[in-house]
């Protein structure tokens, strides 16, 4: 077995600081963007854990097609994907891969008529195009039209799974580990009172994260106040649903980073500070989080993994269309920042207790 890359490996053969490798890495600010790909070719070229799987990506050959065939990547969304967005990331990386493969991507705006109509974009010629990229498509209805189009089809997220799979491939980040840790070490440090702010029939990435609070919960044995449970929409509908509240409880779990800067302004309205009154909680790692006032606690995203196995289903399912439908979820990452206080050292303070008071015998 070859040794063990680490980022310290990573930072002597470029000559920069661990810390820097790390941000590269962890899609950290605060570095120029040349570095952070020179950082980024080098771990994987070194086989570091985290990107040995992009080694395997040239090894995907493209389907073997007649002259003429279709080689476009469909990608349909309802957003202007910016770089705030999660899958801005991932789409640079997943264009730059299908290209050594011989496939081109063209982005489709879906717009409220076509969900309307369950018709497609004007620019969509399915012709052209070999397989459909679905990001930000929640609308079960426009979902299934998609799917019925005879093409293969990949969605990154999906509409809230009604009981029927969806005839199509799913990709997912991994929505429920990182929120179970987040509740169990906020219960450690004597936090009771824990509440969700977030439209959770919004996506299926927003179910599975509201899912796992509750399970979370449930598995500490500390109840769920269902007043604390806040199914809402955007700034106007946060401020509506906190305003009505009697009280407010110890922390807010958000579906995501843009509702927790939504329920953050509105808290500020109320006189309400992050985290003396109140710690607040966030998901996506986006650049905003790291930069509010206080940086917010998330779940980061490790959208080089999502790349690579968007590339993976989509040109397995050209290549073998009729393979069974398939659901990945991938790794996701808990970040404590200073929304939730000095929890961290909370935590290390009660893990020390905790080990200071077991028999001798029963120290590991």
């Known amino acids: 077995m070859g040794k063990k890359i680490t980022i310290q490996d990573i930072a002597e053969e470029l000559g920069v600081s661990r810390n820097t490798v790390s941000k590269a890495i962890n899609n950290g600010s605060g570095i120029a963007d040349a570095t952070r790909e020179r950082i980024l070719r080098k771990a994987v ?19 073997r097609e007649p002259d003429g065939a279709a080689k476009e990547i469909a990608l349909l969304t309802t957003v202007f994907l910016n770089h705030s967005h999660f899958a801005s990331v991932m789409l640079d990386s997943f264009q730059q891969e299908i290209s050594l493969l011989g496939y081109t991507m063209n982005t489709h705006r879906i717009r409220e008529e076509h969900l309307a109509t369950r018709s497609l974009p004007a620019t969509f010629h399915r012709e052209h195009a070999a397989a459909i990229l679905c990001i930000e498509v929640f ?12 093409l293969p089809v990949l969605f990154v997220d999906a509409p809230v799974c009604d009981g029927d799979f969806l005839p199509a491939d799913q990709l997912y980040m991994e929505n429920a580990s990182g929120i179970i840790k987040l ?16 439209n959770y029939m919004h996506c299926q990435s927003f179910f599975e ?32 649903k906190l305003r009505d509240m009697r009280s407010l409880p110890e922390v807010f779990l958000c ?43 998330t779940i980061h995203i490790h959208t080089q993994i999502m790349t690579f196995s968007a590339v993976h289903l989509l040109m397995s399912r ?27 050292l909370n935590i290390n303070n009660i893990k020390n207790k905790i080990n200071a008071e077991k028999p001798e015998g029963d120290a590991q």
């Open 183 to 198: 509740v169990r070490d906020l219960i450690q440090t004597g936090k009771r009172r824990i509440g969700f702010i977030g």
């Open 255 to 297: 579906a995501n980073d843009f509702v927790a800067m939504d329920a953050l302004r509105v808290l500020r309205e109320m006189g309400k500070t992050v985290p003396d009154d109140i710690w607040l909680c966030g998901f996506d790692d986006s650049p905003e989080s790291r930069m509010m006032t206080p940086p917010l606690t």
């Open 139 to 150: 609308d079960r209805p426009y979902a299934e039209m998609i799917c019925s189009l005879g």
């Open 318 to 344: 050209i290549k073998e269309p009729n393979l069974d439908y398939r659901a990945i979820h991938t790794q996701t990452e808990l970040i404590w920042r200073e929304s939730t206080g000095n929890i961290n």
């Open 209 to 240: 994260r509201y899912a796992a609070f509750r399970c979370a919960m449930r598995l500490s044995g500390v109840p769920v106040e269902e007043t604390d449970c806040l199914k809402c929409d955007g700034y106007d509908e946060i401020r509506e």
């Open 45 to 63: 070229e070194m086989g570091y854990k985290q990107f040995s799987y992009l080694n395997t990506v040239s090894s995907i050959s493209a389907p």
